[in-house]
T-cell receptor
Framework: SQQGEEDPQALSIQEGENATMNCSYK?????LQWYRQNSGRGLVHLIL?????REKHSGRLRVTLDTSKKSSSLLITASRAADTASYFC????????????FGKGTTLSVSS | GAVVSQHPSRVICKSGTSVKIECRSL??????MFWYRQFPKQSLMLMAT?????????EQGVEKDKFLINHASLTLSTLTVTSAHPEDSSFYIC???????????????FGSGTQLSVL
């Protein structure tokens, strides 16, 4: 099962530019997380935002959460070629011990 | 952070054979592990939740006799794709959550994935 949509599906930018990815979900959540995946590899956790939080920062990452709209955004500032990867949002329900449900992902390409 | 090791990273097999994929939590105990499947350029689809010492919980549409999951210890879960066919070719990823007394439903740690190609 999947939670919802992410947009854009693909994003191409130049180094130094900012990249914004959006994620929508359908059900009530405990928290929302963003992950990064390099091609053919596992996922790496980037940042977690709880349902009672509206914005969170971590280095060049900024995440927002709007529970009324059931949406989140991930902003990567001053992008680098090494940021090229697929980015997925994932939601955790309020039920303890359950798996994360992933969105469809955004493929980011940063060219130098 | 916690480390999850997944092996093999890549396997090519003939149609009809069975393939076992191992997922180990190296520095923490994982009472629950999750198995995902990913097709090219698509998202991760949850296949099943693996619980130590009990039967796995499968998502709707996932054949439990086809994808056998065993979670015999607190650090090891295995996924066996039985009688594999070309349509089973996919990227399989395991993940685990390190509870260690922390809050529930926190981040997952992922293995590096297994690319299965069935000829």
């Amino acid at each position: 099962s999947q939670q919802g949509e992410e947009d854009p599906q693909a994003l191409s930018i130049q180094e130094g530019e900012n990249a914004t990815m959006n994620c929508s979900y359908k059900t009530s959540i405990n928290n929302l997380q963003w992950y990064r995946q390099n091609s053919g590899r596992g996922l790496v956790h980037l940042i977690l935002i709880r349902s009672n939080e509206r914005e969170k920062h971590s280095g060049r990452l900024r995440v927002t959460l709007d529970t009324s709209k059931k949406s989140s955004s991930l902003l990567i500032t001053a992008s680098r070629a090494a940021d090229t990867a697929s980015y997925f949002c994932a939601t955790a329900s309020n039920q303890a011990g359950t798996a994360l449900i992933f969105g469809k992902g955004t493929t980011l390409s940063v060219s130098s | 952070g916690a480390v999850v090791s997944q092996h093999p990273s890549r396997v090519i097999c003939k149609s009809g054979t069975s393939v076992k994929i191992e997922c180990r939590s190296l520095d923490f105990q994982a009472t629950t592990m999750f198995w995902y499947r990913q097709f090219p350029k698509q998202s991760l689809m949850l296949m099943a939740t693996s619980n130590e010492g009990s039967k796995a919980t499968y998502e709707q549409g996932v054949e439990k006799d086809k994808f056998l999951i065993n979670h015999a210890s607190l650090t090891l879960s295995t996924l066996t794709v039985t009688s594999a066919h070309p349509e089973d070719s996919s990227f399989y990823i395991c993940s685990a959550r390190d509870f260690s007394g922390r809050a529930l439903n926190e981040k997952l740690f992922f293995g590096s994935g297994t690319q299965l190609s069935v000829l």
